[in-house]
């Protein structure tokens, strides 16, 4: 069985390319078509994150190119800072957005979400670079085989006495728990304690309490409420 990955640790990219804060506008080009990165993060001293520069700050330059039949009355450039930067302290986004490696997978993803972003420094606890986390990096987690999630969920329910009586089958991700339950109060609190292995896609309840009578309940999401 694989074991699921639990945090930022386990998914991010440990050797890390990365520039200087003095590194030029076409080393950072470079850098970024070798590695095929979109963003790259900045460092001083013996590796401490102080900035990004990704491809939305270098195209100022370029978007700010002016046109053949540009006047001298036109308007200027939106960004002249960075369409006139040269080094990549001129040019990242500062601080950085950055996650640490023992957070959890859910917190990394909501952080790139949030903050818009496609990858994150993964710093420690003096901010120096230990990995990159992508987008990518956190799908992973949804490539674990259905075998994999259903002997997962079934060691959550083992935790949960009330659960004994239920089994589990996964089809693409999809999480369909049977049998019976006692306890009708419970099933939000299962429900979330299973949606939290990780390669869920989905769950789905098909449920009978103890005189046999059917509890289905069709699609459980993330909220962990029913439809």
Same mark, same amino acid.
């Given at each position: 069985?694989?074991?699921?990955?639990?945090?930022?640790?386990?998914?991010?990219?440990?050797?890390?390319?990365?520039?200087?804060?003095?590194?030029?506008?076409?080393?950072?080009?470079?850098?970024?078509?070798?590695?095929?990165?979109?963003?790259?993060?900045?460092?001083?001293?013996?590796?401490?994150?102080?900035?990004?520069?990704?491809?939305? =700050?270098?195209?100022?330059?370029?978007?700010?190119?002016?046109?053949?039949?540009?006047?001298?009355?036109?308007?200027?450039?939106? =960004?002249?800072?960075?369409?006139?930067?040269?080094?990549?302290?001129?040019?990242?986004?500062?601080?950085?957005?950055?996650?640490?490696?023992?957070?959890?997978?859910?917190?990394?993803?909501?952080?790139?979400?949030?903050?818009?972003?496609?990858?994150?420094?993964?710093?420690?606890?003096?901010? /120096?670079?230990?990995?990159?986390?992508?987008?990518?990096?956190?799908?992973?987690?949804?490539?674990?085989?259905?075998?994999?999630?259903?002997?997962?969920?079934?060691?959550? /329910?083992?935790?949960?006495?009330?659960?004994?009586?239920?089994?589990?089958?996964?089809?693409?991700?999809?999480?369909?728990?049977?049998?019976?339950?006692?306890?009708?109060?419970?099933?939000?609190?299962?429900?979330?304690?299973?949606?939290?292995?990780?390669?869920?896609?989905?769950?789905?309840?098909?449920?009978?309490?103890?005189?046999?009578?059917?509890?289905?309940?069709?699609?459980?999401?993330?909220?962990?409420?029913?439809?």
């Amino acid at each position: 069985m694989t074991v699921s990955p639990h945090t930022v640790s386990d998914l991010m990219t440990h050797t890390a390319v990365a520039v200087g804060s003095r590194a030029s506008y076409k080393d950072i080009v470079e850098l970024m078509d070798e590695w095929k990165v979109s963003a790259l993060p900045v460092l001083v001293g013996e590796g401490r994150v102080i900035g990004v520069v990704s491809e939305a =700050d270098l195209l100022p330059k370029e978007e700010n190119r002016p046109a053949a039949t540009s006047a001298p009355g036109d308007p200027p450039p939106m =960004d002249v800072g960075k369409a006139d930067a040269l080094y990549a302290e001129q040019l990242m986004s500062s601080p950085a957005v950055t996650v640490h490696a023992d957070a959890t997978i859910a917190e990394a993803a909501r952080i790139m979400a949030r903050r818009h972003v496609k990858r994150l420094p993964v710093v420690d606890g003096s901010g /120096l670079l230990q990995g990159v986390v992508s987008r990518g990096d956190l799908l992973k987690v949804f490539l674990r085989s259905d075998e994999d999630i259903a002997s997962e969920a079934l060691g959550v /329910l083992g935790g949960i006495e009330a659960a004994a009586g239920m089994g589990v089958q996964v089809s693409d991700g999809v999480v369909v728990l049977g049998g019976t339950l006692s306890d009708r109060s419970l099933v939000p609190l299962i429900a979330r304690a299973v949606r939290a292995v990780e390669g869920v896609v989905d769950i789905r309840l098909d449920l009978r309490d103890r005189d046999g009578h059917d509890r289905a309940q069709g699609a459980w999401h993330a909220a962990g409420s029913a439809e």
